[in-house]
C-alpha cells in the first residue's frame, strides 16, 4: 500500500454519503489513550518512544477491522506526504511536524487512524460520512476494547484515562463534526453559529484552508470538555440538540436565501460557475470558495427542490463520475472530489512531483475545468 | 495574519525557534510551506484554551499551592515551570503530584467537573471501579443541590449510602 494508492480519490467519509449529508459532510470521533507505566511523551527518550511504538504499532496492525491497515512512519516522511496526510485528516498537523519516533497506523478504507507518539501515545480515530456520530461512537469504543485486552492504559479513579494535557482527561473523547454552512456565510449569520458554539463549549475551526475563515464554509464542530461527563452523554447531546439546531439554522438560511435573495444566490452560483469553468490559474483558496458554492446549488436542488435559472444551469454541467467514459449529472461526489483533490499536496502527489505555485494553479484549473466541461453524452 | 513569505494568503503555520537563547517566530502559509519544504521544527503546542488558562493562574493558587511550586516529580523530575512552557505534564503521576494547582485548572477547562464519568477500563479491580461510582454520584449530587433539585438530591444520597454499605 502506497499513498499515492489512495491520492487519486476522496476517502470514503467525504463521498457525500450518509444521514444529512447535505449539511453535516462527515463524523469523528478519537480518543486519547496513554500507556499505564510509561512517562508521557515530553519526559520520553527518543528510545522510550521508539519502544513505546514499536509495542502499539504490533497491536494496531494485528486489530480485526474488517479491512486492511498499512503503517506510515511519520517521522521519516518527506514533508510533502506528511502534508498529505493531514489534508486527508488522516492524522493532525501537530504529529506530522511534531518531533521523534512517532506514526500512524491507516485502514486502507480510511475510517480508522492510529497516531502513534502524537501529544499521547495514542490516539486513535474512527471517522464515518454524514452524521452518524454514535456509529462511530459505537466502533471506536469496540476498537478501544480490543486494545485494551493487550495492554494496560493510565487510569484514575478519580480523573480516569490520564492524558498528557489535563484538557483531554477523562474520558479522552474528542467528538467532531465537519459542517458545509455557505447559506450562513452568505446571509451574514456565521458569527451566531460561532457564538452559540462557544456558549455551548464547543470548539470551531475552519477547514481546508483554515484561515481565521473557512474559505470552503467547512467547519469543525468539536467538544471542549471531557471530564465529568461521559461518552454517551456527549454524543447524544450532539445528536439530540447540536446538529438538529445547526441543521434548523443553515435550512432557514437557504430557504431565506432562496425565497429573499434569489438573485444573491444566483450570482453566488453564476459567478462560481463562470469562473471555474473558465479560470487558467486558480488559488486554492479560491477554489475551495467558489465549489462551496456550486454544492450549495446543487444540494438545494436535491433537498429542497429549488430551481432558479442559475441552479437550473449548473444541474445542466456534467461531472466525471467514477466511471470516466461515462459523464453524469454533476454530483456532490464529484463536488468533494474536486475539493480535496485539488488541494496543493493531493496535486503534487498525483502529479509525481513538487510543483511551484503557478503551476499549481495551473493544474488545479486545469482539472476543475476538464470536470466541469465534461459533454453530456445523453445530449450530443 | 499574513503569510511572511507570500504575503498573500493567511498565515496557519506557526515556527518558534531558539538558538542561542534568542526566539524567532516566523508566520507562513501551507502552499509556502510545502513549497519551500520547510521542516517544521517546533510548531506551538500549547492550545489556546490551556495558555489562556495558563495566564489567568494567579497569585491565589501560587499560595495554596505553593509547596508544588517548587517541587520536582518523584517519577519523572517534572516541574510546574515546565508545565506553564510546554503545556503537558510529564507522567500518569503529575496529576497526584501536582493536584492542587491542576484541580483549578481542571475545574475550568471541564465545565467545573473534576470527577471522571464514563468508560472505565475493563481490567479495574472492583474495589476501584466502586470508588469511582461513588465521585460520580458525590460529584452528581453537588449539582442537584446546586440547582435546587431537592428530590434528586434525596435519591443520590441514599444511593451513595448504598454504594458506600456495599463497599464494606
Ligand atoms: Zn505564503
Ligand atoms: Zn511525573
Not at chain 1, 14 to 24: L, N, Q, T
Not at chain 1, 185 to 198: D, G
Not at chain 1, 308 to 319: F, K, N, S
Not at chain 2, 103 to 128: F, M, N, Q, V, Y
Amino acid at each position: 500500500m502506497k499513498l499515492t494508492d489512495i491520492s487519486n480519490d476522496i476517502n470514503e467519509w467525504f463521498d457525500g454519503s450518509g444521514p444529512m449529508a447535505d449539511i453535516v459532510i462527515s463524523s469523528r470521533i478519537r480518543l486519547a489513550r496513554n500507556l499505564a507505566g510509561y512517562k508521557f511523551l515530553s519526559r520520553c527518550s527518543d528510545k522510550e518512544k521508539s519502544e513505546i511504538l514499536d509495542k502499539l504499532r504490533d497491536i494496531m496492525m494485528s486489530l480485526d477491522l474488517g479491512d486492511k491497515v498499512f503503517y506510515v512512519s511519520v517521522n521519516d516522511a518527506p514533508t510533502l506526504n506528511k502534508y498529505f496526510l493531514v489534508e486527508r485528516h488522516l492524522i493532525s498537523r501537530h504529529h506530522a511536524f511534531g518531533k521523534g519516533p512517532r506514526g500512524v497506523v491507516i485502514a486502507e478504507r480510511e475510517f480508522f487512524t492510529a497516531m502513534i507518539n502524537e501529544e499521547d501515545h495514542l490516539r486513535i480515530q474512527v471517522l464515518k460520512a454524514g452524521c452518524q456520530i454514535s456509529q462511530c461512537a459505537e466502533q471506536i469504543n469496540r476498537i478501544d476494547d480490543m486494545i485494551e485486552k493487550k495492554v494496560d492504559f493510565a487510569f484514575s479513579p478519580r480523573y480516569g484515562y490520564l492524558t498528557a494535557c489535563p484538557t483531554n482527561v477523562g474520558t479522552g473523547i474528542r467528538v467532531s463534526v465537519m459542517l458545509h454552512l455557505p447559506a450562513l456565510k452568505i446571509t451574514e449569520q456565521i458569527e451566531k453559529f460561532f457564538n452559540a458554539a462557544k456558549d455551548l463549549n464547543l470548539a470551531v475551526r475552519g477547514l481546508f484552508g483554515e484561515g481565521t475563515e473557512a474559505a470552503s464554509d467547512l467547519y469543525q464542530l468539536s467538544n471542549q470538555a471531557t471530564l465529568g461527563v461521559s461518552e454517551s452523554d456527549i454524543v447524544s447531546r450532539f445528536e439530540k440538540t447540536i446538529i438538529p439546531e445547526i441543521i434548523e439554522y443553515e435550512n432557514a438560511a437557504r430557504s431565506h436565501l432562496l425565497s429573499k435573495q434569489s438573485d444573491v444566490l444566483d450570482d453566488k452560483i453564476s459567478r462560481a460557475m463562470a469562473l471555474l469553468q473558465n479560470a487558467h490559474l486558480i488559488s486554492s483558496q479560491e477554489a475551495l470558495f467558489l465549489l462551496s458554492h456550486l454544492r450549495l446549488g446543487i444540494n438545494m436542488h436535491q433537498h429542497m427542490g429549488a430551481s432558479t435559472p442559475a441552479i437550473e444551469r449548473l444541474r445542466a454541467l456534467c461531472g466525471s463520475g467514477d466511471d470516466p467514459d461515462k459523464a453524469s449529472p454533476l454530483s456532490i461526489a464529484t463536488i468533494n472530489r474536486l475539493f480535496m483533490l485539488t488541494l496543493p499536496a493531493h496535486l503534487q502527489i498525483n502529479y509525481g512531483k513538487p510543483l511551484d505555485s503557478t503551476h499549481r494553479d495551473a493544474l488545479r484549473a486545469q482539472i476543475i475545468r476538464s470536470a466541469l466541461n465534461q459533454q453530456d453524452p445523453r445530449k450530443s | 495574519m499574513r503569510c511572511q513569505i507570500c504575503n498573500k494568503n493567511d498565515a496557519t503555520i506557526h515556527l518558534t525557534e531558539i538558538a542561542d537563547g534568542v526566539r524567532t517566530e516566523m508566520h507562513i502559509c501551507e502552499q509556502c510551506a510545502v513549497e519551500q519544504d520547510i521542516a517544521v521544527k517546533s510548531h506551538i503546542p500549547i492550545n489556546e484554551l490551556l495558555s489562556n488558562l495558563l495566564a489567568v493562574q494567579p497569585s491565589d493558587d501560587e499560595l495554596s499551592g505553593s509547596s508544588e511550586q517548587s517541587l520536582a516529580c518523584p517519577h519523572c523530575g517534572f516541574t510546574l515551570a515546565q508545565f506553564r512552557k510546554e503545556g503537558v505534564l510529564g507522567c500518569p503521576g503529575d496529576y497526584e503530584v501536582f493536584e492542587k494547582t491542576l484541580l483549578s485548572l481542571i475545574e475550568k477547562a471541564h465545565d467545573g467537573k473534576t470527577a471522571h464519568c464514563g468508560k472505565i477500563p475493563l481490567k479495574t479491580p472492583r474495589d476501584a471501579k466502586k470508588q469511582m461510582e461513588l465521585l460520580n454520584l458525590r460529584q452528581q449530587l453537588d449539582a442537584a443541590v446546586q440547582s435546587e433539585d431537592y428530590e434528586l438530591a434525596a435519591k443520590l444520597r441514599d444511593k451513595i449510602k448504598q454504594s458506600e454499605k456495599e463497599q464494606h
